[in-house]
């Protein structure tokens, strides 16, 4: 079935160097540094039909791409936008697809609300889907509440993340085809949520489409499907060294540039000198494994209570929603 040529392929989650890591923002930490023409190039070369950058809160990557290059027409812009539950803080990561500049500027202004930010994507009939749904689950909120919500807002779910342990994937697909089994319109979409090019379009989206709008159209209808497999463990430990020398490798054409101020350049430079001992102490081994094991014990407390939970959110599942 996947040599057939009517199908095509993109990779609806990755990232380029304009995602900046947020918490040390002023030492000039970024999640990725690839260039976003070194990612549209590695997911040709690996089959992609179509190509999109999901940059966090950006799009500047992908207007820098269509700039650069005003004759494209298998890239479309993406975003990975972060929102917020008001009253708890709790963090979602929305994927948007093939949106423009004016509609990103508004998603900027709404998505510290979820409560406002997908009405006003669902009035605008854009694209978008809820990424890793249980990345961020905070366990002292009930289960049953928070998905059923989130199923109120989402048709569209990654159930593949390239980035993701397995058995998280498995537990949103799982969740996914209970909710689609009960009469619900459902997309199930993948991305490999790739951080260097080792890793990009390892997992994506397949579909028909003999152009962007045919492709995203049928994604929004639900004629699609992920495809891929996750990175092991040890890759993705591998890739927050990678990370890190990457951000050391920039040191002196931060240090050079007129972009920056003699203090901004001061804490770049201690963030750089930080840098080396927290790596070399095994410190960001210990938080990826902290988080890895965290996705585990969330997602095998769900599995646990699966029966339990379908039930307590049957309610909601049945029939189109407007």
Same mark, same amino acid.
């Given at each position: 079935?996947?040599?057939?040529?009517?199908?095509?392929?993109?990779?609806?989650? &990755?990232?380029?160097?304009?995602?900046?890591?947020?918490?040390?923002?002023?030492?000039?930490?970024?999640? &990725?540094?690839?260039?976003?023409?070194?990612?549209?190039?590695?997911?040709?070369?690996?089959?992609?039909?179509?190509?999109?950058? +999901?940059?966090?809160?950006?799009?500047?990557?992908?207007?820098?791409?269509?700039?650069?290059?005003?004759?494209?027409?298998?890239?479309?812009?993406?975003?990975?936008?972060?929102?917020?539950?008001?009253?708890?803080?709790?963090?979602?990561?929305?994927?948007?697809?093939?949106?423009?500049?004016?509609?990103?500027?508004?998603?900027?202004?709404?998505?510290?609300?979820?409560?406002?930010?997908?009405?006003?994507?669902?009035?605008?009939?854009?694209?978008?889907?809820?990424?890793?749904?249980?990345?961020?689950?905070?366990?002292?909120?009930?289960?049953?509440?928070?998905?059923?919500?989130?199923?109120?807002?989402?048709?569209?779910?990654?159930?593949?993340?390239?980035?993701?342990?397995?058995?998280?994937?498995?537990?949103?697909?799982?969740?996914?085809?209970?909710?689609?089994?009960?009469?619900?319109?459902?997309?199930?979409?993948?991305?490999?949520?790739?951080?260097?090019?080792?890793?990009?379009?390892?997992?994506?989206?397949?579909?028909?489409?003999?152009?962007?709008?045919?492709?995203?159209?049928?994604?929004?209808?639900?004629? &699609?499907?992920?495809?891929?497999?996750?990175?092991?463990?040890?890759?993705?430990?591998?890739?927050?060294?990678?990370?890190?020398?990457?951000?050391?490798?920039?040191?002196?054409?931060?240090?050079?540039?007129?972009?920056? +101020?003699?203090?901004?350049?001061?804490?770049?430079?201690?963030?750089?000198?930080?840098?080396?001992?927290?790596?070399?102490?095994?410190?960001?081994?210990?938080?990826?494994?902290?988080?890895?094991?965290?996705?585990?014990?969330?997602?095998?407390?769900?599995?646990?209570?699966?029966?339990?939970?379908?039930?307590?959110?049957?309610?909601?599942?049945?029939?189109?929603?407007?």
């Amino acid at each position: 079935m996947l040599d057939d040529p009517a199908l095509k392929r993109a990779d609806l989650h &990755c990232h380029s160097r304009f995602s900046v890591f947020k918490y040390f923002r002023r030492a000039n930490t970024r999640d &990725c540094y690839n260039a976003p023409e070194d990612v549209y190039r590695i997911a040709k070369e690996r089959g992609m039909s179509y190509v999109t950058l +999901t940059d966090h809160d950006s799009i500047d990557g992908a207007l820098y791409l269509l700039n650069k290059y005003p004759d494209m027409k298998d890239f479309f812009i993406g975003e990975e936008v972060e929102t917020y539950f008001p009253e708890t803080g709790q963090r979602i990561h929305v994927g948007v697809w093939g949106l423009n500049e004016e509609q990103h500027r508004e998603i900027q202004r709404l998505r510290p609300n979820i409560r406002e930010l997908i009405p006003y994507m669902k009035s605008q009939h854009m694209l978008f889907g809820i990424n890793h749904l249980f990345q961020n689950y905070r366990m002292k909120n009930v289960a049953a509440k928070y998905i059923a919500e989130l199923l109120q807002m989402f048709d569209i779910f990654e159930v593949l993340n390239g980035a993701m342990a397995s058995f998280h994937n498995k537990m949103v697909h799982q969740l996914v085809t209970e909710v689609k089994g009960h009469g619900r319109h459902i997309s199930m979409v993948g991305g490999s949520d790739a951080h260097t090019l080792k890793h990009v379009a390892k997992v994506h989206t397949v579909s028909k489409g003999e152009t962007i709008q045919e492709f995203l159209d049928n994604v929004r209808k639900g004629e &699609c499907f992920a495809w891929g497999s996750e990175m092991r463990f040890r890759e993705l430990v591998a890739d927050i060294y990678l990370l890190t020398i990457a951000y050391n490798s920039e040191a002196r054409a931060d240090f050079i540039s007129t972009q920056y +101020t003699t203090i901004e350049k001061t804490i770049q430079l201690a963030g750089r000198l930080a840098s080396i001992p927290t790596a070399m102490s095994g410190l960001p081994a210990a938080i990826t494994s902290l988080n890895y094991l965290k996705q585990i014990v969330v997602t095998k407390g769900i599995s646990m209570r699966f029966a339990k939970l379908v039930e307590e959110i049957r309610p909601g599942l049945g029939g189109e929603r407007g």
